[in-house]
């Protein structure tokens, strides 16, 4: 049986790269990504040309029906889900002193309860299924902290904390 692996923001750059590999290493691939299916011809043709059986989903991490959409698509497409790579991730960077609350809440929404909530979805199938993969994308920003990033490197912080805490429940 053909695994299943789901990337979020694979529509380029890291995501599209993962999304690549585990496509040739021979697994049915879902993409989630925030904007429609064809701004992303060029990453859906290589996978097509690749020969990568994939399925898309359009949808944002901060949205609660779209994390529980893209689950709910995968499983009806392919049954189940074996692997998740938790890659999406947005900045609004800015001095901490000048920073809105609304772009720190935005940064924590995607990066930080955005992967939370995929790995609280996909987690309890993997249970049942009594097998499965979370891989989280972080950021040594999370360890060390950057200038003008307090948003990005408080999610990236709390990605490896959440990484850590379910290896511990459920590893």
Do not use: P
């Not at 359009?58 to 009806?76: A, K, W, Y």
């Not at 991730?89 to 609350?101: A, F, N, S, Y």
């Not at 009594?130 to 902290?145: F, H, K, M, Q």
């Amino acid at each position: 049986m053909k695994k299943t692996a789901i990337i979020t923001g694979a529509s380029r750059g890291i995501g599209y790269a993962a999304a690549k590999k585990l496509g040739m290493d021979g697994c049915q691939v879902v993409l989630f990504a925030t904007g429609e299916k064809e701004r992303y011809k060029a990453a859906i043709d290589g996978l097509t040309q690749a020969g990568i059986t994939w399925h898309y989903v359009r949808g944002s991490l901060d949205c609660r029906e779209d994390r529980e959409r893209l689950i709910r698509e995968t499983v009806e497409k392919f049954g189940r889900i074996d692997i998740l790579v938790n890659n999406a991730g947005i900045t609004k960077d800015g001095l901490m002193v000048r920073m809105k609350e609304s772009d720190f809440d935005d940064v924590i929404n995607v990066n930080l309860r955005g992967s939370w909530n995929c790995m609280k979805l996909a987690s309890k199938l993997m249970m049942k299924q009594r097998s499965g993969r979370i891989i989280n994308l972080s950021s040594v920003a999370g360890i060390v902290g950057n200038t003008g990033q307090s948003n990005y490197s408080a999610s990236k912080a709390g990605v490896i904390g959440m990484t850590k805490t379910l290896a511990k429940e459920i590893g």
